[in-house]
């Protein structure tokens, strides 16, 4: 009996043994899948975050940019149109000036 007795022990000590080393393996292995798709999702999100941030940089520069060059190409439209009108005011001008200083003129020569 004691013979049974001790390969029966053996037996349920190395099933207890599995169990333990099978279940320390199971957590193991969860804890580091875990870790790994903790990792790997950190840095996909990471990488999104950075990809949004930077389109929304790049779209909030290009309005601002956008916005410059209208600013800055209404000021020299401006500037262009009062340049030109101003020119065609002072020819307009001397042409009246002009013409109603030789009108003037012929008038007294009349007189």
Do not use: E, F, P
């Amino acid at each position: 009996m004691d013979g049974w007795m001790d390969g029966w022990m053996d037996g349920w000590i190395d099933r207890q043994t599995d169990r333990q080393t099978d279940r320390q393996t199971d957590r193991q292995t969860d804890r580091q899948t875990d870790r790994q798709t903790d990792r790997q999702t950190d840095r996909q999100t990471d990488r999104q975050t950075d990809r949004q941030a930077g389109r929304q940089a790049g779209r909030q520069a290009g309005r601002q940019a956008g916005r410059q060059t209208d600013r800055q190409t209404d000021r020299q439209t401006g500037r262009l149109t009062d340049k030109h009108t101003n020119i065609h005011t002072r020819h307009t001008d001397r042409r009246t000036v002009g013409q109603t200083d030789r009108q003037t003129d012929r008038q007294s020569d009349r007189q």
